[in-house]
């Protein structure tokens, strides 16, 4: 018996989702992604219109469903959601806890230890996901190393509060910038690698040495800043994505390259690839600042691995190869999943490392019913009959003479006073 799940990732330039079918042995294989545009609802990973991400959010999962429904499945009401924004960051924590006279932590000692990290409550923050980096024991003290994943509160919020608008439940949350690091290898982990997911909006980066994850954030700068700059020369943004990811390089060639094409276009191709170099050089540069701030430049054995949709980018690998002095640069994707090839793609890194860990079923299984109302409850008082316009003329005419007297009434009582109070008891 298999069911099928799925999963949805917020982007700055579309929104993703896919399903899959999760067979009795855990293994995933992909039955339909789908995708629809962000502009104007999500900015730097954050929702900014709620209500227009609810109706985006409905339409992708309609369209899921319809292309899951020729499989004989059901409509998806339910997906996991993929958390990626300006505010994220990673912050060592330790708690402590005495450990009794067991030798060894045990299983529950350590599920207590990650319970207690994830209940930390930090002003303003939500702890989004936990990369645990072993345990040490001092005499009767056990201490975890945990790595948290940290974001304001209102990137969160604002997802939630679009997928309850758009009728979809929420699965579970993933930390996308910590699992993508499934693309690595162990061996990648253990000698010192750096993971860099260029976004529209965004760039992830995370670095992992002796197996463990040493630092995460989230830069608020991406490859679509690239192309607004080449829209700064009077074209619009469709043409200018379409130059850059056609013509441009990266890596600033130099002008007697011959390689260099010859073929017209609106900006003049040394032009256009200083524009590109540029704005890529001073992201790279961000990248290389948080590497050395964090100590580990010069000790990153396995390289850098780049990944998300700007990373197929012409000429980036020789520039990040140049500015981060590391000698192996390779472009991947995640390839764990039962997927057509063709569908193989860095854009989709995000999605599929978040699919590959989901496991519950997401399918639609309640038909709806409709709420019936309860039968009137019969009274035993009569009806009584309209009465006719000779009868409601008759009782007007009466209510008149009868407000009349007791209008009446009212002034002589307020004239004579005492006189009538004898009366009244």
């Known amino acids: 018996m298999r069911n099928l799940t799925a999963a949805i990732q917020f982007g700055s330039s579309r929104i993703c989702a896919a399903a899959a079918w999760v067979d009795d042995k855990g293994q995933h294989e992909v039955a339909a992604i789908e995708s629809v545009s962000s502009a104007g609802c999500i900015s730097h990973g954050c929702v900014v219109g709620i209500d227009d991400t609810a109706v985006r959010i409905k339409s992708l999962m309609q369209k899921l469903s319809n292309r899951v429904k020729s499989f004989g499945a059901n409509n998806l009401n339910t997906a996991y959601v993929g958390l990626c924004g300006i505010s994220m960051h990673s912050m060592e924590y330790q708690p402590t806890s005495l450990m009794g006279e067991e030798g060894m932590p045990s299983e529950e000692m350590v599920q207590h230890l990650a319970a207690k990290s994830l209940n930390l409550n930090i002003s303003g923050h939500d702890i989004l996901g936990l990369h645990n980096n072993g345990e040490t024991v001092d ?5 975890a190393h945990h790595q ?7 990137l969160k919020q604002g997802l939630q509060a679009a997928m309850e608008r758009a009728h979809i439940r929420i699965a579970g949350w993933m930390a996308t910038p910590l699992i993508e690091a499934d693309i690595l290898t162990p061996e990648e982990k253990e000698k010192g690698v750096l993971l860099v997911n260029l976004g529209a909006q965004l760039t992830s980066l995370s670095i992992w040495k002796d197996t463990q994850l040493k630092f995460l954030t989230v830069i608020p700068l991406g490859c679509h800043a690239v192309t607004r700059d080449i829209a700064t020369r009077g074209l619009r943004l469709e043409e200018a994505e379409e130059l850059k990811a056609s013509w441009s390089d990266a890596s600033r060639p130099s002008e007697d390259n011959s390689s260099m094409p010859t073929v017209p276009t609106p900006i003049p191709i040394k032009d256009l690839n200083l524009i590109v170099a540029s704005r890529y050089e001073e992201i790279v540069a961000n990248i290389a600042s948080q590497v050395n701030q964090t100590g580990f430049k010069g000790q990153l054995e396995a390289g850098c691995v780049l990944t998300g949709g700007g ?3 012409k000429g980036l690998t020789a520039l990040f190869s140049k500015r981060l002095d590391v000698t192996r640069i390779n472009t991947r994707s995640c390839n764990t999943l039962r997927y057509a090839s063709s569908e193989r793609k860095p854009y989709l890194t995000s999605l599929m490392t978040m699919l590959n860990l989901c496991q519950v079923s997401c399918e639609e299984t309640n038909t709806f019913v409709e709420e019936k109302k309860p039968a009137p409850i019969a009274t035993t008082t009569p009806v009584t009959p309209k009465p006719t316009m000779e009868e409601r003329k008759k009782e007007s005419k009466n209510d008149l003479f009868a407000g009349r ?10 004239f004579f006073g005492d006189l009538f109070s004898g009366l009244d008891e």
């Open 139 to 143: 005499g009767q003290h056990i201490t």
């Open 148 to 154: 948290l994943i940290v974001a304001e509160r209102r």
């Open 311 to 313: 990373s197929v980018q």
């Open 405 to 414: 007297r007791k209008s009446a009434a009212k002034s002589v009582r307020g």
